[in-house]
């Protein structure tokens, strides 16, 4: 499962979770794109991992979460905090997930599969999973290079249960000519709770040789 293999790799160069970094380290077996600096002093560093995608994010410099995909960016999974073991991982045996070339040609696509909770304590929970891709003829522009702005929607529930419902609506950005693939601001919902918002707009690009690649603290939204 591309989840679980790349999480392995991430575990074993990220060690503790929760310590600063300057620098992003490349798990090995995979090579590195480029890092986007988002606001809220938010990095992304974007690796391809053989045939797979990955992406690990920083907030202040702190290792925040991990994006698993596969090669077309299907989401694989996402890993919390490597340390704390709070992970969903894409059922492989189930679903329809994004194709980004699907998506540049048609302006939409869809996602409909089972991802599988676990923490220390939980192995495995099913959760359904539904998100509908959308790209409008926006053009925002990174570091000069042109990126298509979109939306996702994505929903998660476990069969049955109407409380664990949980609702996210995700900026998204889209570089065919760079096959990149790049999640901005979020605004999450949760049965019966408030929703919120965090502006993880992104507004910057980094390539090898670039200064800010490989960063962990963003040139923007960051304190001293």
């Avoid at 994006?67 to 679903?95: I, M, V």
């Avoid at 996602?111 to 998100?131: A, C, H, P, Y």
């Avoid at 670039?210 to 304190?223: I, K, N, Q």
Wanted: proline residues 2%; charged residues 25%; hydrophobic residues 40%.
């Amino acid at each position: 499962m591309i989840a679980r293999w790349t999480a392995a790799l991430t575990l074993s160069v990220f060690g503790g979770m929760a310590v600063a970094q300057e620098i992003s380290e490349v798990p090995a077996g995979c090579t590195a794109l480029a890092t986007v600096h988002k606001n809220e002093c938010r990095t992304s560093t974007l690796l391809m991992c053989g045939k797979d995608r990955q992406v690990l994010t920083f907030a202040n410099g702190r290792p925040d979460i991990v994006h698993f995909y596969d090669g077309d960016w299907g989401l694989g999974g996402f890993l919390y905090q490597a340390n704390a073991q709070t992970r969903f991982d894409r059922d492989p045996d189930a679903g329809e997930w994004l194709n980004l070339g699907d998506l540049v040609a048609d302006s939409q696509d869809i996602e409909d599969g089972i991802l599988l909770f676990s923490t220390r304590v939980v192995k495995n929970r099913e959760f359904m999973v539904q998100g509908a891709y959308t790209l409008s003829d926006e053009v925002v522009e990174l570091s000069g290079h042109a990126f298509r702005k979109g939306t996702l929607h994505r929903e998660l529930q476990r069969e049955g249960i109407d409380s664990s419902w949980l609702g996210f609506d995700i900026d998204i950005y889209v570089s065919d000519a760079l096959g990149l693939f790049v999640e901005g601001s979020l605004t999450s919902h949760a049965r019966d709770r408030d929703s919120f918002t965090t502006d993880h707009t992104p507004r910057a690009i980094r390539f090898e040789g670039e200064p800010g690649f490989l960063a962990t603290r963003s040139d923007f939204g960051c304190d001293g």
